[in-house]
């Protein structure tokens, strides 16, 4: 059974740290890993990932994938308040098996 | 436990045709989303409704049309079809997004061929 877990469920930091997101997947037909950052409404699209050790970086996010060993983190660095969503992560096969979410509240 | 279905699973039209996507969310889910996703390309957001409502927009093209009926339900129409619209359509679920964001479940897409 496609199963993507993500950990941890919630993370509660202040403004300037740095987090790290970790995503687990075993997904048949795997074509990519999708993050995306879901607040009040459509999650937000952040990075596909396809091939692994090639880093994908946008602004202070980044994020990595490893499919020996079936994973990928999300970083953030220096963290604002307005990073504050859930974070989800997705199997792509022939249709996207998403995890759970990590929950992040950033706190001035 | 139930999940998003959507319908057709493929289709396949030709240019200037119409097509039209359908989206049953979770019961008890008020809120449907609407993406796309090319070949190759990133996923992007069509267009929400929350209660029957349009709750959100992104880059839906003119040409497509999209409403939630009375049991929740989505239907996304697509006209005058180019080949660009050659696509993974899928949808999602969610409860209420006024009060927080709620985790999607994503359908298992609907993939259309335009020839």
């Known amino acids: 059974e496609d199963k993507v877990v993500q950990s941890p469920l919630s993370l509660v930091v202040h403004e300037g740290d740095t987090v790290t997101l970790n995503c687990s997947y075993e997904?048949?037909?795997?074509?990519?890993l999708l993050w995306y950052k879901q607040e009040k409404k459509a999650p937000t699209f952040l990075f596909m990932l396809?091939?692994?050790?090639i880093e994908k970086k946008s602004g202070r996010l980044s994020s990595i994938l490893d499919k020996k060993e079936l994973f990928s983190i999300l970083n953030i660095t220096a963290t604002q308040t307005g990073d504050s969503a859930i974070y989800l992560c997705?199997?792509?096969?022939?249709?996207?098996?998403f995890g759970t979410g990590t929950r992040l509240q950033v706190f001035p | 436990a139930a999940g998003v279905i959507q319908s057709p699973r493929h289709l396949i039209k030709e240019k200037r045709e119409t097509a039209t996507l359908k989206c049953y969310p979770i019961?008890?889910?008020?809120?449907v989303y609407w993406y796309q996703q090319g070949p190759g390309q990133d996923p992007q957001f069509l267009i929400s409704?929350?209660?029957?409502?349009q709750s959100d927009k992104g880059s839906i093209p003119d040409r497509f049309s999209a409403q939630q009926f009375s049991d929740y339900h989505s239907e996304l129409n697509m006209s005058s079809l180019e080949l660009g619209d050659s696509a993974l359509y899928f949808c999602?679920?969610?409860w209420g997004t006024g009060s927080g964001a709620n985790v999607l479940t994503f359908g298992a897409g609907s993939r259309l061929t335009v020839l």
């Open positions: 999602a679920s969610s």
């Open positions: 019961p008890r889910h008020d809120t």
């Open positions: 409704f929350y209660e029957k409502m």
């Open positions: 997904v048949t037909n795997f074509r990519s």
């Open positions: 396809t091939s692994s050790g």
């Open positions: 997705a199997g792509n096969t022939d249709k996207l098996i």
